[in-house]
Structure formats: C-alpha cells, structure tokens
C-alpha cells in the first residue's frame, strides 16, 4: 500500500532532549516536507526536500533540522526541544508539481 | 510570506444543508488545492485545480480556481455526517511550496 508513515504518533518528553521524528515514504516521490500544525494557524512548512541531500528552509524552521540521505525517508530533528514546539507534526511527500500525500501525524508534546 | 485567509473558522449544520468555504489571498497562485482532514488523521486530497476559472466536481464537492488566480471556493451539497472534519484550502506558486489556509472545522448534526 503507497504511504508516507511516520513514527512515532505519539511523543512526550522533556525541554532540552534531543528527539527524531522518522519518516518514510514507499512511493519513489522525490518531494517530501514537514509541516506543523496549530489550532488556528493550519499547517506551515518547517522544512522541505526536492531530492536526496537538497533540503531547504520552509516557513517555520527554527529549532529544527532535517536530512535526506535516502530517497525515501526523511527524519526531523529538534536537538533542543523547547515547550513552543508541542505541535502536531505532519510528513508528505510527492511527485514533482503533484499534490503532497500525508502521513498520519505525530503529536510532540514537550513540557 | 504568503498568507491565506480561509473562512468560515468553522461552520455548524444541519445534514443535507449545502456547505461553501472560500481562500482569498493578496498573492497570485499557480495551483489551488483543498484537502479535508479527519481526526486523528493527516489531510487528505478531495480537488486539485490547475488553471484559472476551473471549475471541478469530485461526487457531491464542486471547487473552483478563481478567474484573478487569488481566491478559491469549496462547495459541498447535501452534507452527510460523515463530512464532518476540517478542510484545508492551499495555494501553491513555484514547486514546493504550499501555503495553507487556517481550516474550516465542519460539523455535521444529523
């Protein structure tokens, strides 16, 4: 079955530890973006790829870092959680100027 | 940056009412897209529209892409609970980037 699947859904920890969200995609896209989501706010990119090793900024990407060394997956890094980052996480990925195909989510709470 | 203004925030309606959501944005769009996200869940693909005044169906959604390229709407007919969820609308320019609405939460009462 094509679908972007991230791990893990759920995610609490504490301010200050390192965490990875991982995500993988089984559909050779070449696209693949992190967004977030906030009540009131939609969704907005933190960072995106167009390829392997080709990452760019997004809209929201402090305290954030990503890496592509593989085509399919693409994991999010926060090296320093702060509170401000409890959000709900979102992964996608396509083919060149396609809509974007979601995962289903990760929920980071840090306190 | 690129900003969208979706509304309604969030609509509350009978089952069988027809429902309309809108974007409008001050920036030009190449592509307009509308997703709807249930719980738990990430958004989901309803309609993409490519070109300027498109108009386009997909069962019970009809959506079209604004003759100025800077607004969009989303109409359903006859709502079903199983409607219920949010609705996202997104303007994409070059390749890669998306900009999303804020969501319209839908509710449905039977």
């Known amino acids: 079955e094509a679908q972007v699947t991230q791990n893990p859904r759920y995610l609490i920890t504490v301010t200050g530890k390192k965490l990875t969200v991982t995500c993988s995609q089984n559909?050779?896209?070449?696209?693949m973006s992190w967004y977030r989501q906030d009540p009131g706010l939609g969704l907005r990119q933190i960072y995106y790829s167009m390829n392997v090793e080709v990452t760019d900024k997004g809209d929201v990407p402090e305290g954030y870092k990503v890496s592509r060394k593989e085509k399919r997956n693409f994991p999010l890094i926060l090296e320093s959680p702060s509170p401000n980052q409890t959000s709900l996480y979102f992964c996608?990925?396509?083919?060149?100027?396609?809509?974007?195909?979601f995962g289903n989510g990760t929920r980071l709470t840090v306190t | 940056g690129q900003q969208l203004n979706q509304s309604p925030q969030s609509m509350f309606i009978q089952e069988g009412e027809d429902v309309s959501m809108n974007c409008t944005s001050s920036s030009i769009f190449n592509t307009w897209l509308w997703y709807k996200q249930d719980p738990g869940e990430g958004p989901v693909l309803l309609i993409a529209l490519y070109k300027a005044g498109e108009l386009t169906s997909n069962g019970r959604l009809t959506a079209q892409f604004g003759i100025t390229r800077k607004d969009s709407f989303l109409n359903i007919s006859a709502s079903i609970p199983s409607d219920v969820g949010i609705y996202f609308c997104?303007?994409?320019?070059?390749?890669?980037?998306?900009?999303f609405g804020q969501g319209t939460i839908l509710t449905v009462h039977p």
């Open positions: 997104a303007g994409g320019t070059s390749y890669g980037k998306l900009t």
């Open positions: 559909m050779n896209h070449e696209y």
């Open positions: 996608a990925s396509s083919p060149p100027s396609s809509p974007l195909h």
